[in-house]
């Protein structure tokens, strides 16, 4: 392809992308294809000789569009939101132009610069304090895994990464029942291990960690001659939205000397409003780490998670390597990379530029306070359908509930929403019970999005009990 071919598909790609979200809401919102379905469409092997862009663009979309759930379906009320907002998806754009990895400082100043001044700008949106520092990393397990190697690499002063772990006993992390599943995987990675991994109750209407059983849980493991590493809290768990409560946690690790780290992956978007900051994140400003995704709810195009440091040296301690041929000559700079498990780095920084200069911090406000208010509407409409029951009242824009009957008619009714197309919900567990999850977030729903989904739950109710 010469680039004369590139500027008239560039273009022809940019009205279809315009087209795609204009007409989005008269789609399914999840794909209604079978498993292998696709597959059985494409080549076996590769070709051997060139194909026209024509032709390759025809298969996307008869081959590729048809199997494509639409996570910007203003409809999309299932898992978290994966949120694109166009100014991100046009600095994504010149991003692949550019096409620069952004590992060093001296590999591309301007991406090291703008990405420390875009944390700069997040962290005075979220109102953190003063002197944290951060890094733009791909995900919240990227995040949370550097911070539990950083609790390992503390605790044992540092000479994890130099002797291994033998003889190092049992390194304990304590996390609440809610957590997501990326906390038990980094325990894994890290070395510290499934059992070691202390799962706390969790009490209150807002199901934070039961603080008296940390601390009893702590002082149990000192006296059996385990080491306590470190705390991980949740602001928004994944299941039902699940928050601890801050500062006695925080408390605890002081008392403790533990390392702390807070995954906000999902709700931290939300603490750009002072009014949800001073309800959610009291004494936030105690943790060592804090991890939030814009390519979540605020609109970053995916992806994008930010990790917050109190002070950056206990994670450069643990994962900054410097082999010769990644040294960099004269004044000190800021090397992102190693701050971060992988080498290679995308220029993330840019649609958090775009995406705030273009609708100010008081535009993605709004966004977010319609959600949490639609949810509450839309909960109190599902709660008066004949035999249904909120299980979970919302919290920020998640609430769970479910139909009449066992857990095999949750499922049911699930799958008969999702192949009816209009809606796109998905499943949870919750005290052994299976739910139903709705969350509100989609960068573009309206209020008649919302509610809708009412009248759609309602009808389907009707068809498939
Ligand atoms: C989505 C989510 C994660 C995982 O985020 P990734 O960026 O996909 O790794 C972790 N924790 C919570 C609470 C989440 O909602």
Known sequence: MNWDEFEHWG??????????????????????????ETAAQLPQSPPDGAEAMETIMGDFEAIVMPGITHWQHPRFFAYFPANAAPPS???????????????????SPAATEVETV?????????????????????????????????????????????????????????????????????????????????????????????VDALRAAISADREAGHSPAGIIAITGGTGIGACDTLGPIVQVAKDEDLYTHLDAAWAGSAMICPELHRD????????????????????????????????????????????????????????????????????????IWFLIRSYGLEGLRTRIRNHIAWAQEVCDEIRKIDGFEIVTEPILSLFS?????????????????????RIYLTQGSFRDQKIIRFQVGQFDTTRDDVMMAHSVIQEIWEKTK
């Open 401 to 421: 509930f479910r139909c009449p009957g066992d857990d095999v008619d949750q499922q049911r009714l699930v799958d008969a929403l999702n192949d009816d197309g």
């Open 89 to 107: 998806m046009l600095a994504e754009m010149l991003v692949s132009t550019i096409a620069a990895q952004c590992m060093l400082w001296q590999t």
């Open 280 to 351: 959610f994140w009291a004494d936030v400003d105690g943790f060592d780490s804090i991890v939030f995704n814009p390519h979540k709810w605020l609109g970053a195009q995916f992806d994008c998670s930010v990790q917050f440091l109190r002070n950056a040296q206990p994670q450069l301690n643990t994962l900054k390597i410097e082999p010769e041929y990644l040294k960099t000559t004269g004044e000190s700079v800021t090397n992102y990379s190693e701050w971060t498990i992988p080498l290679g780095r995308r220029f993330r920084a840019l649609k």
């Open 118 to 210: 875009m944390v700069d700008w997040l962290r005075q949106a979220l109102g953190l304090a003063d002197g944290y520092v951060g890094v733009i990393q791909d995900s919240a397990s990227s995040a949370t895994l550097s911070a539990v190697l950083t609790m390992r690499e503390r605790a044992t002063g540092y000479t994890g990464n130099r002797d291994g772990l033998a003889n190092k006993g049992h390194m304990r992390i304590y996390c609440s029942d809610q957590v997501h599943s990326s906390i038990d995987r980094a325990c894994w990675v890290a070395g510290i291990g499934q059992a070691n991994l202390v799962k706390i109750a969790t009490t209150g209407d807002r199901f934070g960690m039961d």
């Open 11 to 36: 273009k022809h790609i940019s009205q279809w992308s315009a087209d795609y979200h204009k007409t989005l809401r008269d789609r399914p919102v999840r794909a209604q294809t079978a498993f292998g």
